[in-house]
């Protein structure tokens, strides 16, 4: 089983930022993606920021130039650096790690944390 942990959300004002942080532990296999989501009230839960473990990111186009992710493989953790935060940002936001293109089942999510941007 494999359990991940966030850290890192709050209220904060329009202009500012966050840092999330997220650990993974159990049985990983070290040939991964993590990332996070979000899902703000009403809509659809979408895609923020991902890593490779070959160190390959993709950020949301609304994210661009504002977030930055990194990861620690060693201990199986991933970092989501926040800047210039807008109330669209507003969301619970959602650690996740998958290996589905070798176990189409290992894909796994945080609890979440929440963040809210006030304008």
């Known amino acids: 089983q494999v359990q991940l942990v966030e850290s890192g959300g709050g209220l904060v004002q329009a202009g500012g930022s966050l840092r999330l942080s997220c650990a993974a532990s159990?049985?990983?296999?070290?040939?991964?993606?993590m990332g996070w989501y979000r899902q703000a009230p009403g809509k659809q839960r979408e895609l923020v920021a991902v890593f490779t473990w070959s160190g390959v990111t993709n950020y949301a186009d609304s994210v661009k130039g504002r977030f930055t992710i990194s990861r620690d493989n060693a201990k199986n953790m991933v970092h989501l650096q926040m800047n210039s935060l807008k109330p669209e940002d507003t969301a619970v936001y959602y650690c996740?790690?998958?290996?589905?293109?070798?176990?189409?089942?290992?894909?796994?999510w945080g609890q979440g944390t929440q963040v809210t941007v006030s304008s």
């Open positions: 996740n790690i998958q290996w589905r293109r070798i176990d189409p089942a290992a894909d796994y």
């Open positions: 159990g049985n990983i296999f070290s040939i991964n993606t």
